[in-house]
């Protein structure tokens, strides 16, 4: 498996307060990424230290094989950005804002950036500021994608999106990795969405990676076990990521095939992708608190 | 042309996407809604209706490939096998299902709610088949 995207020790401070911490992460070549975690995890901070928008206080990005901070022209042509919230200018044209895109990208693809634009039928004489929230998503993800870029990395593309809204979204970019190939990064707060588009995860908690791996091959490799409180954990076949106690009851999150056959009323069920990130989240949170 | 098969996912099931969208065509194929020679819809034509991720659909159809279920042709697309298992019997599947439906009136009988039923059935179903999964790999 060939990295787009790799870190080394790569740690950011903001003053007193650490960022990422010791990141050793390499993501994979022509696959969907999703970096999940809290507010605060370092989701952003990762995706700017990998364009180059920071520097690393200590530690390396590698993108295609570059240095982020020494070899950041021969990144940038090859890599669209969209930053949270979406940054245009609101007195811009829909056309102006390709235009403004041509200009500033030497890979530009003009017709393929229209298409983009057309497939949600923007119209090209509109104001930014006069589009609608969703709108503003397309034109945003579309000058993204209209320099054709081998890798796109998108901060929370589908926040504040109403359901149609997001799952058109997430269509256009699916359509594009169908298309193009191309290695997609984003970051997410709802799973349903990760779930839905996310071959790959990356679980951020207090600024270091806590889970990572291939979404199904981590869903297919976690069980949860609901059973009464006096069950050992010997009982139960596979690692304990989480148990939560009622005061008869234990939920377990496990991370193997769970117990073969268990007479005491436990039941264990496959575990959603929810349950498997908060079981992981939550553990770790609560030591750093 | 519209597509034979329209697929859907449920978020809740633990079960991850390519599994159920090839059980999905399994299903489809053992209750003769889908035979031999159909069409499967395009990843493209998925994407559009499901905005998930192409590579999931090719993943879902490499499966049931191996399972000997549909065969891919390089351009063409993917077709239900001419040697796809056939669709289940009325003559197997009518008693059994008025088996279940026997259990299952008398567990209501015997005062089980509906929670108590899916717990009681979770609990046997996976003892019936968690041997059987393991063995054959299914789950790492």
Known sequence: MDAVVETSALTKRYGSVIALSDCDLALPEGKVTGLVGPNGAGKTTLIHLAVGLLRPTAGSVRVFGHDSVRETSKILPRVGFVAQDRPLYRDLTVADTLELGRRLNERWDPAYALARVRRFGLPLSRKIRTLSTGQRAHVATSVALGKRPDLVLLDEPVANLDPIARLALLEELMSVVAEDGLTVVFSANALADVERVCEHLVILVNGRPRLVGDTEELIESHVVAIGPRTQGVSALDGDLIEARHAERQTIRLLRGPGPARVDDGTIVRPATLEEIVLGYMRPAMEVAA | ?140
Not at chain 2, 18 to 47: C, F, K, N, S
Not at chain 2, 70 to 99: K, N, Q, S, Y
């Open chain 2, 1 to 140: 042309m519209a597509a034979t098969l329209r697929f859907r996912l449920d978020p809740h099931s633990g079960v991850p996407t390519y599994m159920q969208l090839a059980q999905q065509v399994r299903h489809a194929v053992e209750y003769g809604i889908l035979r031999p020679g159909d069409q499967l819809p395009t990843a493209r034509e998925v994407v559009e209706d499901l905005a998930i991720n192409p590579n999931t659909v090719l993943k879902a159809y490499r499966e049931l490939e191996r399972q000997g279920f549909v065969h891919g042709r390089p351009g063409a697309g993917t077709f239900i096998a001419a040697d796809a298992p056939e669709p289940l019997e009325r003559a197997v599947h009518t008693p059994l299902r008025r088996a279940l439906d026997r259990w299952l009136h008398g567990a209501k009988d015997a005062g089980l709610d509906r929670d108590s039923v899916a717990a009681l059935f979770t609990v046997a179903f996976q003892d019936a088949f968690s041997r059987e999964e393991s063995t054959h790999g299914r789950r790492r």
